[in-house]
């Protein structure tokens, strides 16, 4: 009994044919030769469709090409003594080139995997560094403690990096991250100790502040109050539990202090405005004077000056163009006094009365002189008189 790539001899020995000739596969003595070489053909089809689903698997990607590779070789190094009666030169081919394929697939797989192995790493490198920047200077502390936490959730969606390479970085990130959170310890140690101090140093403000506001040395306190102020600014703040309820102490004893130097300043001004207005009543009867008594005048203005200065402080905005009122209607019945005085020595002065007599005689000549027409008589008449008129005072 034969076939195309096997026979049966008489004695039930199998053979299969190859390119390489004939070699014996087994022996049939179970039944009728046709019975014998379709099970060793059954073998052979086994084998082809095992080889078939390896390929198959491969090129859709289902299997695994190191895994398809190695059944692939085993198929491949069996294939010699194999028990089956089939076109085993193709199935070696198909083998060849199975083996093949599933080694590049293997090997692109490999370095896929290569490259995002390297990916992986870098994208925890800069996770790391980042997280060591943070650790270094950051300082924005929520905000970058939330971000050490985000990098954690970031770190564990990041696959495929080696065992040995992955605890490396880790420690890194660990220990960047306790460095941070040490950092971020001492700061808020520190600032709580500045915040102390600073609630200390503002109650002793407040001390102060509260002890001045009953002071009525207004400007030596107002002064007082301002430096406390700068004082306060520059203390720093204390913790936000007792920041607001100092400055409200703070505030109320300044507050204390310039309302009631407020209210004092406003007593003195409306004082002041009373004071002005009586100066101006002075000022408007020294104004009004009758001056063709000079003496009784000047007796009177010193009546009215004696008034005005008892009189007491005036706004300071008003003082000048007040006083310079006064001394405007003093300067009057000064000067009605010193026209008086000046008339009385010129009526009493005999060498006045001889020139004003002399300068009479001369404007007589002259009224004679121009009854006469003769201009030469008028020129010197009116020469002379001209004369006598320069010799007394005005």
Do not use: C
């Amino acid at each position: 009994m034969s076939s195309e790539w096997g026979r049966i001899d008489a004695d039930g020995t199998v053979y299969v044919r190859t390119s390489e000739g004939e070699r014996v596969v087994g022996s049939w003595q179970a039944g009728d030769a046709e019975a014998g070489l379709a099970y060793y053909v059954r073998h052979y089809e086994d084998l082809e469709t095992e080889v078939t689903l390896l390929e198959q698997r491969l090129a859709s990607g289902a299997g695994d090409p190191g895994s398809t590779r190695t059944h692939a070789v085993e198929l491949h190094e069996q294939l010699p003594t194999a028990s089956a009666v089939g076109d085993l030169d193709a199935l070696d081919k198909r083998l060849t080139a199975l083996v093949e394929a599933a080694s590049e697939r293997a090997d692109a797989n490999a370095a896929v995997r290569a490259q995002a192995r390297a990916e992986a790493v870098a994208a925890k490198e800069r996770l790391a560094a980042e997280a060591e920047q943070i650790a270094e200077a950051g300082t924005a502390w929520k905000a970058s403690g939330d971000r050490l936490r985000a990098i954690v959730d970031e770190w564990k969606q990041i696959k495929g990096v080696d065992r040995k390479s992955d605890d490396v970085l880790w420690k890194r990130f660990a220990a960047a991250r306790d460095a941070f959170g040490k950092r971020r310890g001492q700061h808020f140690a520190t600032l709580d100790a500045e915040r102390g101090a600073a609630r200390q140093g503002k109650e002793k403000l407040i001390e102060r502040a509260e002890e001045l506001a009953q002071s009525s040395d207004w400007k030596e306190t107002a002064a007082a109050m301002r430096d406390l102020m700068t004082e306060w600014k520059a203390a720093g703040r204390a913790g936000r539990d007792v920041e607001d309820a100092l400055w409200t102490r703070f505030r109320a004893a300044q507050d204390s202090f310039f309302a009631r130097r407020s209210a004092t300043f406003a007593e003195r001004d409306a004082e002041q405005v009373d004071n002005q207005r009586a100066k101006e009543a002075i000022i408007a009867e020294a104004e009004a004077l009758d001056l063709r008594d000079p003496k009784a005048a000047q007796a009177t203005l010193r009546a009215l000056q004696s008034r005005y200065d008892g009189v007491g402080h005036i706004p300071r905005d008003a003082m000048r163009r007040t006083d310079e009122r006064m001394r405007a209607a003093e300067q009057r019945v000064r000067d009605a006094v010193d026209a008086e005085w000046k008339r009385g020595s010129i009526e009493s002065n005999p060498f006045l009365a001889e020139l004003r007599a002399r300068l009479v005689e001369a404007e007589a000549k002259l009224e004679r002189a121009k009854h006469s027409g003769d201009a030469a008589r008028i020129a010197k008449a009116e020469a002379e008189v001209a004369q006598r008129r320069s010799l007394i005072p005005d």
